[in-house]
Structure formats: structure tokens, C-alpha cells
């Protein structure tokens, strides 16, 4: 499949290596490398990344109650950081019940997510207007300054679509790839998570679940709409002209770094 990395155990697991920018420059491949949650990978994978890849960081945008029992693995030599892009403040903590989400019901995640406005198409644009967005995106560009030269970076979240695919949209942004190919990827989750969304329907329609809480479901859990990434986009643009000019003035990556960082991931 078009962008795939061979981890086995590791949903939505692609790279960013390959795409064209408008300066005739090309994405360094392996280098750049974003998927879903580690919660299961297993020691093959593992040895993957750090033969293949020679990984040096993992970057978890994962809320801490989404982390709970289900932390990242500690390999030797690779750097793990946290990097909470919603943060728990920034939700009415009423809409945040005190439990462990990871034993809930499907049908009570889809309406707590629903709760939390996990289901508007303007969620992404409140991921990057909040503080604690901005303050995980600019980090994300910090340990890609800082990361070792010829070893991968790799970013996750739960299912690896919204969190993932917004830094991968600031980053394919920054290094000069066209809008439209970058919409592409963002779409990308769909084909890679097809199984998983069709069996999430399956289930749902066994329980008698309606076609409206089947399509929310699936959105929640592993697909992606355009529409999200689309006004995110849009919305960038208003406000400072550029996806480019929110990264300078939001998160505070200064001309020199983005030329760092350009030289750095594209030949």
C-alpha cells in the first residue's frame, strides 16, 4: 500500500518519504514515520524500527487518560515523549468522567466523544487554537530540529488520523508539499484502517445500532473526513494568510528552522 512501513502489529503505520515538494526537492523516505497507537506492538516490529529505521524518538499525542495501562514501549536508545495536543483542560471536566475509557462500551465511547465535540467537523481547528495544541505541535518541530540525522522520528496517537494527521499536515506544509497531495494522505487512513472500520460497522449493526451511530462510530474510531482537514486548512489561512505563518507565529519556528528543516528531511 502506497506510503506503507512494514510493522505488522501497527495500525495506520506509513511514512511521509517520497512526496514532491514545489521546489523540485523529494521527502527523504524513512525518516519521517507516522502510525496508530503501540500499544500491541510486538518484538518483531520493535526490532524493525530500530534495525530498519534506526528510530531515535517516539512521539505520543495521546491524552494521559488514553495512556493509562496502555503506555508506550521503552526501547533501548529511542527517546519517548508526551506530547498532549487536547489536554484535559481544555474540556468541561463535567464531560470528562473520572474512569478508565479504555474499559467503556463502543456505544459509550462514540457518545462521550460526542460530548466532547470529538464529532465536529471544526475539532481540528480547536486542537490548533489551544494552548496545549500549540504547545505539542511546536515541541513535535523541536525533537525533528533535534533528532539525529539518517534516524526516524515516529508519531502516533489512538488511531493514528487526527492528532497524527495534523502534524503531518503542518510538517508536509513546512517542508513545500502541494495542498492536494497532502489531503491525500490525510485520506490515506481510510484505505489503511478499511478492515478496521468495516468490522466496527459489523458489530455495531449486530447490536442494532443505527446507521447514524455506525457512521459516528467509525469516525471516532479509525476513519478520517475530509472536511475536518479542510477547514483546519482553511481556517490557518484566514487567520495568518499560510499554514506556514500559523508555524511561525503560533509555534514559534523561526525562518533559519524551517530552512533547518527543509535541508534536513528532503534531498
Known sequence: MKQSIPLKSVANA?????????????????ILLRTGNLNNITAEDIQTLKDQYRLSDIIDFRMEMEMSGYEDPVIG?????HLDVIGDLEFDQQQIPDIDINKLDIIQLVKMSEQMGMLDDKMYIGFLSADSGKKAYSQFFRIL??????RAVLWHCTSGKDRTGLAAMLLLSLLGVEESVIMED??????YNAPRIEGTKKYLKSRGCDEALTEK???VFDAVDRRFMENAIAFLKEKYG????YIRSELNISEREIVLLKDKYTD
Open 242 to 245: 499560510s499554514v506556514l505563518g
Open 186 to 191: 490525510y485520506m490515506l487512513t481510510n484505505e
Open 77 to 81: 536508545g529511542v527517546t519517548n515523549t
Open 14 to 30: 506509513r511514512e511521509l518519504g517520497g512526496y514532491f515538494t514545489t521546489d523540485g526537492k523529494t521527502v527523504r523516505s524513512g
Open 145 to 150: 530540529l533535534a533528532a539525529e540525522p539518517d
Open 217 to 219: 462510530a467509525a469516525l
